[in-house]
């Protein structure tokens, strides 16, 4: 069913408005012409009267203008709306059948009368009618003849005859307009409906097909075309385009910055995996070249350097893998229920031993009662395992981590803390972008830890949060859903 805002109504509408314009200009203008065709027949029909009675009046003496006037009286008794005058050579009346008190113009225009009575007049001719000075009336007249320079006046619609005109003018427009206007209305409506159609079905079906792309692609909370479903199927179909030109330029803008970015990171990933390959080339060419003639601990020192080296290489290209296997369109994860508390309390006895190689002072905060929560757990490691690696290279000697479990609504809240260095202003809104880290870098990482474990927290449907003072440390944050609450199963907050 068409909405009262659709193209096809509005343009039926618009059809409508057309057709009553049309339809009342027809009417007036049909009026009009009937009014004229009936004056003009009947000036045409009496064009030759007042010429016949002056001319029966004519006798062997000349005019007889007092039998010419009893002849005129026996006319108007015969014919009531017709009235004569008798009127001089400048218009003035003279005599008439008319009582002198029903006259309000004595004087009559002669410009119409010599119009009237010259070669080719164009009919019919309007003169006045001195009972009504309003009002123009058709009319015949002829001279009086050589002995008076007069003229003899007929005025051939009267006040009576013009009430019947408009009578049968109206009758007869009434009766034609009204089956005329209903069979042209209808078929209007039908022929221009189908046409606004036909037209029109294309746009139509344009509009609504752009309509659900967009709404394929684009949430209805953030296009500006949720505000404009009121309108018709063309601004409508004006408003998706306008927002998908607008999505269209972003993501436009977002591939250019993503492949600057891209290039970016090919470089510094090259040149990181540059520098332990010619480190670990240079010093196994060394034990080859030197190898007898080296004591055994400076062979050994050799050897461990390129070890080093050989696991940096491992360690950058399984980060790598692991960003390219959780940026895929479809990542593998494996989710279940498992002790969170026990995974942190197993990481802190991994790292101890490294954290007091440095100095730095590692502790967890936890209750008892801390529940179980769902997530994969190898992940949750690693991101756990990235966040303490990070803390551990921006905390100086003689500082402290602390891996701190919350227990919330519907979940747990991990924060891992240091009092490290902090991280800058400028750099805070960019540390979980893996190619500002990779060309940012500082100390062995390759700057990819914080982009794994902030892409591993999304997948959780968590939210990898960050607050940090330059001088005073860092906080990283994110909630894991108890196992009542499944993230892969339905969409879950701990504010709930």
């Not at 096809?8 to 203008?29: E, N």
């Not at 893998?321 to 802190?348: N, Y």
Request: proline letters at 4%; glycine letters at 8%.
């Amino acid at each position: 069913m068409a909405m009262p805002n659709s193209l096809h109504v509005k343009l039926v509408i618009f059809l409508l408005l057309i057709y009553g314009v049309s339809a009342g200009t027809y009417l007036v203008f049909s009026r009009h012409a009937y009014e004229t065709h009936q004056q003009e027949i009947i000036q045409k029909y009496n064009w030759q009267l007042a010429e016949h009675l002056v001319a029966e009046s004519n006798g062997s003496n000349g005019l007889n203008q007092e039998a010419l006037f009893q002849h005129c009286l026996i006319m108007k008794k015969l014919i009531k709306d017709r009235d004569y005058y008798f009127l001089d050579a400048q218009g003035v009346i003279e005599n008439s059948t008319t009582a002198s008190g029903a006259l309000l113009l004595h004087r009559v225009d002669m410009r119409p009368i010599q119009e009237f009575l010259g070669p080719m007049p164009m009919l019919p001719i309007y003169g006045n009618d001195p009972t009504d000075p309003g009002r123009k009336a058709v009319f015949s007249a002829a001279p009086l003849g050589r002995a008076s320079n007069g003229y003899l006046y007929i005025v051939l619609s009267g006040p009576e005859y013009e009430s019947s005109l408009v009578m049968a003018r109206n009758s007869y427009t009434l009766g034609t307009s009204l089956w005329f206007g209903l069979g042209g209305l209808l078929l209007a409506l039908t022929t221009g409906f189908l046409a606004f159609v036909f037209t029109t079905r294309r746009i139509v079906i344009l509009s609504r097909k752009l309509e659900a792309f967009r709404r394929d692609i684009i949430p209805a909370a953030a296009s500006p075309l949720a505000e404009a479903r009121k309108g018709d199927e063309i601004e409508r179909l004006e408003v998706a385009f306008d927002d998908l030109k607008q999505r269209i330029g972003d993501q436009l803008l977002a591939i250019q910055q993503a492949d600057s970015y891209r290039k970016e990171l090919i470089a510094n990933v090259s040149h990181d995996l540059r520098t332990p390959i010619a480190t670990l080339q240079g010093y196994l060419e060394t034990i080859l070249l030197r190898g007898q003639n080296m004591v055994p601990e400076e062979q050994r020192n050799f050897v461990e350097i390129a070890f080093h080296q050989s696991e940096r290489l491992s360690k950058l290209i399984a980060d790598l893998f692991e960003l390219s296997k959780l940026d895929s369109t479809a990542p593998s994860l494996h989710f279940e229920p498992f002790s969170i508390a026990e995974l942190v309390q197993d990481i802190a006895q991994k790292f101890s031993l490294k954290a007091s190689q440095q100095g730095v002072q590692l502790d967890t905060v936890f209750a008892f009662d801390i529940p179980m929560v769902s997530g994969d757990i190898r992940l949750i490691e690693r991101v756990l395992e990235n966040l303490i690696e990070n803390a551990l290279r921006h905390t100086p000697s003689g500082g402290r981590i602390t891996l701190r479990l919350t227990a919330m609504k519907k979940g747990v809240r991990v924060a891992v803390d240091d009092t490290g260095s902090g991280i800058a202003l400028d750099d805070l809104p960019h540390i979980f972008d893996r190619y500002y880290r990779a060309s940012t870098k500082r100390g062995d990482g390759a700057g990819l830890g914080l982009a794994i474990a902030k892409r591993v927290v999304e997948l959780h449907g968590s939210h990898l949060g960050v607050a940090s003072q330059p001088g005073q440390g860092t906080t990283f944050t994110f909630d894991l859903p108890s196992q009542r609450y499944h993230p892969a199963s339905a969409p879950w907050s701990l504010s709930r």
